[in-house]
């Protein structure tokens, strides 16, 4: 039997006993259990009135719910790439380098066909998943989806704390100049974009 069996079967008996939600959940955290487990054998089950404790749906992985997630943050990597490449692009075409006075052409079509496809399917399949999830509230556990969202949030992070320490490490050499300054703030705010909707997702999650 897993940890959280056994956890779930203590709960549940606990429960047949007409023991307190919150008694359970003080004595189970006095005995070394961490909350996230403590509330997640407590959600299992539905906080209603009767004879024995009536269990959630459980979240269940399929092949088609790890493809469309796979899909959904695939699109999402492919926009917000080619989305700051392009903007990249502007911004030198738009602040030319003195240190380079020979500027190629603004070549930015492969990166505007990833957009014009990656996004709207993005947005597509995002709409989608959250008409089911308000349809299905039980599957926002599922594994897959947390595992790419808190991958998303590590990706989005590490790029939030590249641009700072780069902005730093510029500051302190004094080679601040408009262009660099303008792609910090391309790669903050996409990636602070990211990062602040999938936490509001987890934190909707939460609650």
Not at 192 to 201: A, E, P, R, V
Request: glycine fraction near 6%; charge should be neutral; include cysteine.
């Amino acid at each position: 039997m897993s940890v959280s069996e056994e956890l779930t079967r203590f709960v549940r008996g606990a429960l047949e006993r007409g023991v307190e939600r919150g008694r359970i959940e003080a004595e189970l955290l006095a005995a070394g259990w961490r909350r996230e487990k403590v509330d997640e054998a407590l959600g299992a089950y539905a906080e209603v009135e009767f004879p024995v404790p009536v269990p959630r749906p459980r979240p269940y992985l399929s092949p088609r719910e790890a493809f469309l997630y796979l899909l959904l943050f695939t699109c999402l990597y492919l926009a917000a790439f080619n989305l700051g490449a392009i903007l990249f692009e502007l911004i030198e075409v738009w602040i030319p380098d003195p240190a380079d006075p020979v500027r190629r052409g603004l070549s930015i079509s492969w990166n505007v066909a990833h957009v014009v496809v990656a996004f709207p399917l993005f947005v597509a399949l995002a709409v989608r998943q959250e008409r089911e999830l308000a349809k299905e509230p039980a599957a926002r556990g599922s594994k897959v989806r947390k595992w790419l969202t808190y991958m998303t949030l590590l990706v989005a992070a590490g790029f939030l704390m590249g641009d700072l320490v780069t902005l730093v490490y510029k500051l302190l050499e004094g080679e601040l100049s408009s262009r660099f300054l303008l792609k910090v703030a391309v790669v903050a705010a996409l990636a602070g974009t990211i990062f602040t909707y999938y936490l509001n997702d987890l934190r909707k999650e939460e609650s």
